[in-house]
């Protein structure tokens, strides 16, 4: 059974730092992982979406790595801002036949960055 | 091209009446997903259909609970007989295929059971 772990679950830094997010999956056969954020009682907005067959994926300061081997992904971001202040969740797909598109989410690291 | 769209995007109901959560789908997406966030939880997979179909219901309680997506109209998550505990926010998402397209999710909608 597919799980998913996110550390840390909650982060507060300055504006300004760089940071990393932490997910890890315990099975890995899957056909994507995808990085979102929420923001308080608000949906979810697609960050970034890395095939297995990929090893990062980059969206303006965002950069989002996988290594599927030992089940891990990271979420970068380059001189967080106020507006970063959200939940971040990051979710797996499986593959083979078992992929109907179900994603498998974690908890979720909720961010706060202060001016 | 507008997003998922669901609505209510609140809605209050009390013990033991129906709660029926609407969902359109981004257009020309025929895979819809329904997802449950239930209070300081992550979201949990409840249930996928395609059209007129229901694909997988395996995260979706055995009673009380249904789906549909019609062939005309947005697909309907409904909630029989309201408990507490079925306060949560649910998320609808939406897909053009099965397997590589990635998943557009709505705003939810936010259920309160009193």
């Known amino acids: 059974k597919q799980e998913v772990t996110q550390i840390p679950a909650a982060l507060s830094v300055p504006e300004g730092e760089n940071l990393v997010l932490n997910c890890s999956f315990t099975?890995?056969?899957?056909?994507?992982l995808q990085w979102f954020r929420q923001d308080p009682g608000k949906g979810l907005t697609s960050l970034l979406l890395?095939?297995?067959?990929?090893r990062e994926q980059t969206s303006g300061r965002l950069n989002a790595s996988l290594d599927k081997s030992s089940g891990r992904s990271t979420l970068y971001i380059a001189a967080s801002q106020p507006g970063d202040s959200a939940t971040y969740l990051c979710a797996v797909r499986r593959d083979g036949s078992g992929n109907t598109g179900k994603l498998i989410f974690g908890q979720g690291t909720t961010l706060q960055v202060k001016p | 091209n507008a997003g998922v769209m669901q609505n209510p995007r609140h809605l209050v109901r009390r013990r033991g009446q129906e709660a029926r959560l609407r969902c359109s789908p981004m257009?020309?997406?025929?895979?819809v997903y329904w997802y449950r966030q239930l209070p300081e939880e992550g979201l949990k997979f409840m249930v996928y259909l395609q059209k007129e179909n229901i694909i997988d219901e395996s995260g979706m309680p055995k009673e009380r609970f249904s789906a549909e997506f019609p062939k005309e109209g947005p697909s309907i998550l409904r909630i029989q007989q309201v408990v507490r505990g079925d306060s949560a926010a649910y998320f609808c998402?939406?897909?053009?295929?099965?397997?590589?397209?990635?998943?557009?999710f709505g705003n939810g909608t936010r259920l309160t059971v009193t």
């Open positions: 099975d890995s056969a899957i056909y994507n």
């Open positions: 998402a939406s897909s053009p295929d099965r397997a590589a397209s990635p998943l557009h």
């Open positions: 890395i095939q297995s067959s990929q």
């Open positions: 257009k020309g997406h025929s895979h």
